[in-house]
C-alpha cells in the first residue's frame, strides 16, 4: 500500500517561508501526478494549490501564484512546496495526494488522486 508523508508545516508570522515534503513509499514507479491540497478547517472543502506530472509540469492556484512552487526529487520519490511570502489566509491543514495513473495530467482537483496523506499544519499569523 502506497503511503505518503509529509512534514515541515509550523507556525510562521506572515511574509516568511515554509518548505512541505512528502515522501512517497511502497512505490517504485515515478510515473505519477502529484499534488497539493489544503484545507482551511474541518468541513471546508479541499482546495487544490499545486500539481506537478513526472515530467515536471506544474499548475498552481491563482492564489499562490508566484509565491508557491512544487518540485519533485524522483530518486527519493518526494514533492516539496516551498512557501514565500506567507499570508494569514494561507493558513490550513495541507496534504499531499498521489494519481498513480501513469498517463495521469496535472490537476488541482481532487477526484484524480487516490492516495492521501495525513496532513501538516501550517499556520500564519499577522
Known amino acids: 500500500q502506497v503511503q505518503l508523508v509529509e512534514s515541515g508545516g509550523g507556525p510562521v508570522q506572515a511574509g516568511g517561508s515554509l518548505r512541505l515534503s512528502c515522501a512517497v513509499s511502497?512505490?517504485?514507479?515515478?510515473?505519477?501526478?502529484m499534488g497539493w491540497f489544503r484545507q482551511a478547517r474541518p468541513g471546508k472543502q479541499r482546495e487544490g494549490v499545486a500539481g506537478i506530472d513526472s515530467d515536471g509540469n506544474t499548475n498552481y492556484a491563482d492564489s499562490v501564484k508566484g509565491r508557491f512552487t512544487i518540485s519533485r526529487d524522483n530518486a527519493k520519490n518526494t514533492i516539496y512546496l516551498q512557501m514565500n511570502n506567507l499570508k494569514p489566509e494561507d493558513t490550513a491543514m495541507y496534504y499531499c495526494?498521489?494519481?498513480?495513473?501513469?498517463?495521469?495530467?496535472?490537476?488541482?482537483?481532487?477526484?484524480?488522486?487516490?492516495?492521501w496523506g495525513q496532513g501538516t499544519q501550517v499556520t500564519v499569523s499577522s
Open positions: 495526494a498521489a494519481d498513480l495513473d501513469p498517463y495521469c495530467t496535472v490537476s488541482l482537483r481532487t477526484d484524480p488522486y487516490n492516495h
Open positions: 511502497r512505490y517504485t514507479s515515478s510515473s505519477y501526478c
